[in-house]
């Protein structure tokens, strides 16, 4: 039986006082990193749309005055966002087309994602579902009852996968709650949790998560996201130990972004740090060329030259595979380089 978790409103956990306290206002960033008042961002309109979210520990890993810094980078809301690039779209990789009632998005055979929730804690500006309907498609609505549904409908799914947003936005007594009735579908075998709040936001993972975690018949992966070595500190290092001694197989999946990581020497970095960590380095993501984020994407001659690179410099289970996810394709489309 996995415990559930309690809380009173005096008990709130620490990982909630912090995402509190995240920057929400361009200018405070600009002020606690040291940076020029007037760089350059997105109109104040657009950028409620998708607005600034950094938690401070993540702010706190960015070099001071460095408007080039490789963390500050993924963040800032630059007003190359507003640009209308063609073959770029709000859907980038076809999840509408493929969402369920309950908030499943069933694409690939054996498994499925279930958009827990709408919230991050941290806003990424190259996210691909960053146009996506949270307010139509939240799995958690209604205590999870359409979700289940689906998923005892099709005994064929083994495996599934919750995402968002970040799962682990919503609070350990839900996920417990979900994970309690996804235990008593006899067909699943695997849950999925892909999050990046290990890494921006360690608090997170604290005895209440890792309860259930542990506490599941499921076997888990936990898939975190990196994009650079120096997203990886100590504080994070600790709480993917703790997940390991929960029980977690931990993977990373990254996307290759211009001016971040697109470079050997910083891929290179970040499969060390990871595995280093505990982690083993998954994925290496071409950009969903979801509107607004035409300005990270590198193109895939470049792309394929880098893992020859990088493959010349690591142990074969240190480079990741290279991939890119193709609307109604049965599967991640593996690239050769």
Known sequence: ???????????????????????????????????????????????????????????????????????????????????????????????????????????YEGRALVVATGACAINCRYCFRRHFPYSDAIAARGHWQETLRQL???????????????????????????????????????????????????????????????GTRLKVAVVIHANHANELDSSVAAALERLRDAGATLLNQAVLLKGVNDSVSALEDLSKKLFDCGVLPYYLHMLDRVAGAAHFEIPLEEATALMQALSSRLSGYLVPRLVREDAGAPSKTLLPW
Not at 174 to 194: F, G, N, S, Y
């Open 1 to 107: 039986m996995i415990p559930k978790p309690t809380f009173s409103r005096q008990q709130a956990p620490l990982w909630q006082h912090e995402l509190r306290k995240a920057f929400a206002r361009p200018a405070d960033l600009l002020e606690f990193l040291q940076l020029d008042p007037a760089l350059p961002a997105l109109q104040l309109e657009r950028l409620r749309d998708f607005p600034l979210r950094v938690p401070h520990g993540f702010a706190g890993r960015m070099k001071k005055g460095d408007a080039s810094d490789p963390l500050f980078l993924q963040v800032w809301p630059q007003a190359r966002e507003a640009e209308d690039t063609p073959g770029f779209s709000q859907d980038a990789v076809g999840d509408l087309h493929k969402l369920k009632p309950g908030g499943l998005i069933h694409k």
């Open 152 to 214: 005892q409908s099709d005994p064929s799914i083994e495996e599934v996968i919750l995402s968002g947003g970040d799962p682990l936005s919503l609070s350990d007594d839900k996920l417990a709650e979900l994970v309690t009735a996804l235990d008593a579908l006899p067909q699943l075998r695997r849950l999925r949790i892909h999050t990046r709040q290990p890494v921006v936001l360690p608090e997170r993972v604290d005895d209440h998560l890792l309860s259930w975690i542990s």
